[in-house]
């Protein structure tokens, strides 16, 4: 009752209510008449602009409408009426509304630029991935996600370039924004997915390879900044002795796989069309990809100084991790392998090794010396080492990931990539491939060798070895993805390799020895294997095991499977 008396002894006189109404009706009139020619002169077909409900509720547009009816509406009864509080009402509402207008009017300013508009978007993207987030599902159950992921499909679809660049742009630049660990870990696996989906689509979709060329180096550099940014938020503390950087290791090989997996079929569309354009923009766009994670996750890369604002300022420290992302950078033939056995090696001991695996220093024999076979001298990481079954162990899983992922021998690289790691044909490449885990020499005789490979093609969960550690790590922080992992036990041939070149590096008389106690199908299938990735001679079909009677007869008598098998395993290990 107070404030009634109040604004009926201080608001304008009853017969003036008609002036309020009028004054608040041509404001109103004024500022949208204001807002509408901003809008005329900025929006046009090129610029980008948020959805017309995220618009209004940034400008608070409804607000606005609102409090200016209701203030018409109160002069215009205090008019009618004579009453002098509703007139003063009136005269309130009028400068409320007055605000609304001014602050819509310069939100509305702000997203005249490009730049003022990107913020905005980049803030609405990361509020729904926080909304999915924040919801508790996986990011390909929640709405928020599904329809983002719907309007990107929509821009895959009408092959809009530019449309996909500021999508990618938005989601990558709003990593600083996540609070939470749940916040980060949704946009890497966004991050992820659209690495993998952009690069199909190109290849195998009528994607113009242009999209691959624009948002390719901006999803890898997006996944290292969410990767630290999840890092930051699971251990603030940097300095604390227990770092966890697994999920983001996992997310880190994930995205080295894809990119390998992508250069691989590149490459394999290139031997029918070396002038294939979808294919040569994937490996321009992906040919710095795995180095720049490689080079940002290493604690002290070589000729690398990093600034300030990057991510990854101390690369990995955690063993685990190391472990988790280097088995990924062995997938596919990928590059860089044996760079990722020097920081495994860092990370393990605390200490870089400085040989050089082309000249057969062994990475492996340097980390036993430091911390025994087993890891038994490390407190950091002697339980890892155990769990993997030994360096022993986690050699020979490695080294047979990296022969299962080799490119066909007769390949011939793209016009321009002669010298590119990834699609070297150099024999010492291919040699160095082998001989960065062969060196270690942890197989005395044939019958160890016999049991690693019964042992690795069962892929018992109880086993302990890297796959499982890998395993189980995937499952808890991997998303669902179209390029599957594999176990050891679907890749035989690989299997029996591995154990066959590091029985030759050391014992040749043992490796002949473990070769006529194979059986037939797994010679057979390392027969198969080693024709087509380590001869360029000799044609063959990538079949990694000879199962059935009929296509093992495709294959000579069993003495000269085995002489042909050695013969290719010497050749390749012979130097120049």
Known sequence: ???????????????????????????????????????????????????????????????????????????????????????????????????????????????????????????????????????????VEHHELADLNDEIEYSIDRSDVAEIAARVSE???????????????????????????????????????????????????????????????????????????????????QVCRVIAWLQQCAQERLQTDPNDPA?????????????????????????????????????????????????????FGGSHAGVGLYILCEVLTGEKFFGNYWDDACVFTEIERRIGRDGERSTTAGGLVSA???????????????????????????????????YSTDKRYLRSQLTMFATYDCLPDEHAALDWVAEALLSAPTRRCVENVVRDAYVQHAEPSRIPRRSLGERPGAVVLAALVRLAMHRPAQAEAFVGRLPAPLLGGALQQARFSLRASTPAEPVASMWTVSARRLLPPRPEQERELLSIVGEVLARD
């Open 279 to 331: 294919s040569r923009q994937i490996g321009i766009a992906l040919s710095q990809g795995r180095q720049q994670i490689v080079l940002f996750v290493d604690p002290d890369p070589p000729g690398f100084f990093r600034a300030e604002s990057d991510p990854w300022p101390y690369g990995f420290s955690d063993p685990r991790a190391v472990l988790l992302w280097l088995s990924a950078l062995c997938e």
């Open 388 to 422: 993997c079954g030994g360096l022993g162990t986690v050699s020979l899983d490695l080294a047979a990931t990296v022969i299962a992922g080799l490119r066909n021998r007769n390949f011939v690289p793209p016009a321009g990539w002669e010298s590119d790691a990834s």
């Open 1 to 139: 009752m107070s404030a009634t008396y109040v604004l009926q002894d201080a608001g304008p006189p009853s017969d003036k209510a008609d002036v309020v109404w009028q004054v608040d009706l041509g404001l109103f009139s004024a500022m949208l008449t204001a807002v509408t020619i901003v809008f005329a002169v900025t929006i046009t077909p090129q610029t980008r602009w948020p959805s017309f409900g995220d618009l209004m509720r940034a400008m608070a547009a409804l607000s606005w409408l609102a409090t200016a009816t209701v203030g018409i509406m109160c002069a215009a009864a205090g008019d009618i009426w004579s009453h002098s509080g509703l007139a003063a009402a009136g005269a309130v509402l009028t400068v409320v509304q007055l605000g609304f207008g001014l602050d819509s009017l310069w939100v509305l300013m702000r997203f005249r630029s490009a730049a003022g508009r990107r913020k905005i978007l980049v803030r609405l993207t990361s509020r729904r991935l926080h909304r999915a987030a924040d919801a508790g599902l996986p990011s």
């Open 171 to 253: 989601i990558v630049d709003g990593c600083q924004d996540d609070k939470t660990a749940d916040q980060a870990r949704h946009r890497l696996a966004l991050l992820t997915h659209l690495t993998e989906r952009l690069g199909r689509s190109v290849l195998f979709e009528s994607l113009t390879g242009d999209a691959a060329r624009v948002a390719m180096p901006p999803l890898v550099r997006g996944v290292l900044q969410t990767s630290w940014r999840l890092s930051e938020l699971t251990f603030p503390n940097r300095e604390t002795a227990e770092r966890d950087e697994a999920a983001a290791a996992v997310a880190l090989g």
